[in-house]
């Protein structure tokens, strides 16, 4: 467990957890009605690890006397395949303005089809690392003036990029990876003045954290050749 986990944010799965830990108290009799629905009002109540972890501790998980349940988030997200990331639909956003300010779309949403956004004097950044696709081609048309718009797209997705700049331009060095099987492709097309359009390909948090297990891991292997040679 790290020193700030019960900081993190709980989950709405993280909560149910917790409340089906109750109701099966309840139906064993460790707790009355009463103990439970302060308890139940509590879980739903909590936004941290901190403050749900109390609820369960003098609780077994399940009818037998068992570990608690665990409120530490697991190492590593769990990747999903591109098929349960092309979701088709509408998009949860679908256009983006910035005039002398900022936007942002990242985290977990769904990108349309045809995303539109417009910086004047202004920047954005479109962040499909984690989103889900409407599709399983989506085109994100830019229009930069005097300003700016990152892209960012995870690995494994084709990158096409259409745009035409004046005196500004558009990022073309993502162009020509191939993309993984079932993998959608990201069309950016637009407009820039004075301005220009970037395409950045990152890894995902998941990717990230799986990169630093493997280089934790690596350590001790590493430590104990040195040993193993006579360099320790």
């Not at 990747?79 to 088709?88: D, K, N, Q, Y």
């Not at 359009?197 to 493997?214: A, I």
Request: glycine share 14%; aromatic share 6%; net charge negative.
């Amino acid at each position: 467990m790290t020193d700030d986990a019960p900081e993190l944010r709980a989950s709405d799965a993280d909560r149910e957890r917790v409340a089906e830990v109750l109701r099966d108290a309840l139906a064993e009799g460790r707790l009355d009605m009463e103990e439970f629905g302060e308890r139940l009002d509590a879980t739903y109540r909590a936004r941290t690890y901190g403050e749900l972890a109390p609820i369960t501790r003098d609780l077994p998980v399940g009818a037998v006397v068992a570990p608690k349940v665990d409120m530490v988030k697991k190492s590593g997200a769990v990747e999903r395949s591109w098929a349960e990331r092309i979701v088709g639909g509408e998009g949860s956003s679908t256009w983006a303005v910035a005039v002398m300010s900022g936007f942002q779309r990242k985290g977990r949403w769904t990108a349309p089809r045809r995303f539109s956004c417009f910086a004047f004097w202004g920047g954005g950044e479109i962040d499909l690392r984690e989103a889900d696709f409407a599709g399983p081609e989506i085109e994100v048309n830019c229009v930069a003036i005097m300003g700016g718009v990152q892209v960012i797209v995870p690995p494994g997705v084709e990158v096409v990029v259409r745009g035409i700049g004046i005196m500004g331009g558009f990022d073309h060095r993502e162009e020509g990876v191939p993309g993984d099987p079932g993998a959608p492709r990201v069309v950016v097309t637009g407009f820039a003045f004075w301005g220009g359009v970037g395409v950045e390909r990152k890894l995902t948090r998941g990717q990230r954290q799986e990169l630093r297990e493997e280089r934790r891991r690596e350590k001790p292997e590493r430590r104990e050749r040195r040993e193993l040679r006579g360099e320790g």
